[in-house]
């Protein structure tokens, strides 16, 4: 099925035919990766599939995608053989991220993962000491503010346990900016994604299924909610699901 797909489709399939969210976490991350020739090094922490390793790998990035356990990574690693781009992915524990010898990156990318650690202010620690100077930082998580998609958001988020759920219901902005200053990543932009109408996509998705056929019926809408939220401009700012966050390490910057 993911072969027909991605003959009809293209890669992009790995996004359109994934929640809602997913697609327009894509869409933010497309926007702002450029193309390169230059070997650019990039690091996906809490890869998943590989969607967004094996965009960066077309894109022509060096990649590499850190996922939970051994058999998710030899999935992705056969995707990457079927969309036919090069790129490794590894089992790592992103709790453990400063154990891991994968030398610096040009690029890191944490697309909603942080959420679901305890302690976030040491991955975002890890994932400093990890980029280049000069290197740039791409994190998404859900926005404290956030309206819930479905009833399983409100919570509770308490007591936390590291069992695959979210640990906090998100985070502002400011508090986003003090934890990359403390590691000397200064903010280059902030945008926000899953505004109102795709909000509402995501949340009739999960209740029907993510199978393939509903996501084949819902793909039009998806693109539809994209442009319609994105004309609605401030609310789709006060309304969206995931704050998004672009940091930069300067060659001269210092932790602390």
Known sequence: MDRFLIRLFGRRMMFLFGESGTWDRYRWFSRLLPRTRDGLRLLDVGCGNGSFTLEAAARGYDCVGLTWDDAAAEKAQGRASLIGVEARFVAQDARQLDQAELGLFDFIINFENIEHLIDDRKLMTDMGSKLKPGGFLLLTTPYYFFREVTAQDIGPYLPPIEDGRHVRRGYTEAELR???????????????????????????????????????????????????????????????????????????????
């Open 178 to 256: 003090r934890m990359g200053a403390d590691v000397g990543l200064t903010v280059e932009l902030v945008a926000f994604c899953t505004g109102p109408l795709s909000r509402r996509l995501s949340g009739l998705q999960r209740r029907l299924t993510n199978g393939r056929i509903v996501s084949l019926l819902l793909a039009p809408l998806k693109l539809m909610a994209e442009a319609i939220d994105n004309g609605l401009g401030p609310l789709t700012r006060l309304e969206g699901v995931s704050i998004c966050m672009l940091f930069q390490k300067l060659p001269d910057a210092t932790p602390g």
